[in-house]
């Protein structure tokens, strides 16, 4: 019997919205991954030939990028900031939509359109490669400092003039005085899958993307109903 393909998972928010997704694509995991007490990362699924992992939202993308795992759901944001050229990526899930967005303190002076006149600037952020291409080509020096959470403290404590981080309903910004003055990208969840195993487990991983095809399919025209 062949080994199982493995879908690797990301912990959290994201996590919560895939579940519905499963269901209607018919991969159920056992019920132990339901369990919030368990410390297993590793789940089956109804599928004998599916496993599924699950792994910090980071680490979804290099799972799959080093083959570990074939496939995954994955934000846009982390395929950004990493760029691994093993990863094929066919279908955006619309899932945790939100938007990466530069942010300062509320009472800053600077203004959006001054940017163009900065040289140089300190910036916090646990996306440094997408916020220093994003700031040079501005012409602008970005200074990372690299944080992995609590980056609304950083202007407020004096570590940054900016931020730049993944922004939903913006109410954490302003609950600790910060504003939103510029958005980089819009993002949402993609589907992802190793190069290598599409091309030699082709027929199992194309199964799998038709169905989540299919039903991303129906949610368009449901939207539009």
């Not at 009472?107 to 140089?120: G, L, T, V």
Request: net charge positive; with cysteine; proline share 5%.
């Amino acid at each position: 019997m062949k080994p199982p393909l493995i879908l690797a998972l990301p912990k959290g928010r994201i996590l919560e919205a895939c579940l519905p997704l499963l269901e209607a694509v018919n991969i159920v995991p056992e019920p132990s991954f339901f369990d919030k007490r368990t410390r297993l990362l590793r789940f089956k699924t109804n599928d004998p030939l599916l496993d599924i992992i699950r792994v910090r939202s980071f680490d979804v993308a290099t799972f799959v990028a080093f083959g570990t795992a074939s496939m995954g759901i994955c934000g846009s944001d982390v395929l950004m900031e990493f760029d691994y050229p093993d990863i094929y990526a066919p279908l955006d899930l619309k899932l945790g939509k939100c938007r990466l967005c530069v942010a300062s303190l509320a009472n800053d002076n600077k203004a959006p359109e001054d940017s163009s006149r900065w040289s140089q600037i300190r910036v916090a952020t646990k996306y440094p490669n997408i916020t220093k291409q994003f700031f040079a080509r501005k012409g602008v020096q970005a200074d990372i400092v690299h944080l992995h959470g609590a980056m609304e403290l950083a202007p407020v404590m004096k570590l940054s003039n900016l931020i730049v981080d993944l922004v939903d309903t913006g109410s954490t910004l302003r609950a600790n005085g910060l504003q939103e003055i510029e958005t980089i990208v819009d993002i949402s969840s993609r589907l992802i899958i190793n190069r290598t195993a599409l091309k030699t487990q082709s027929s199992r991983i194309n199964t799998i993307i038709d169905r989540f095809k299919k039903l991303n399919l129906l949610s368009t025209f449901s939207a539009r109903d």
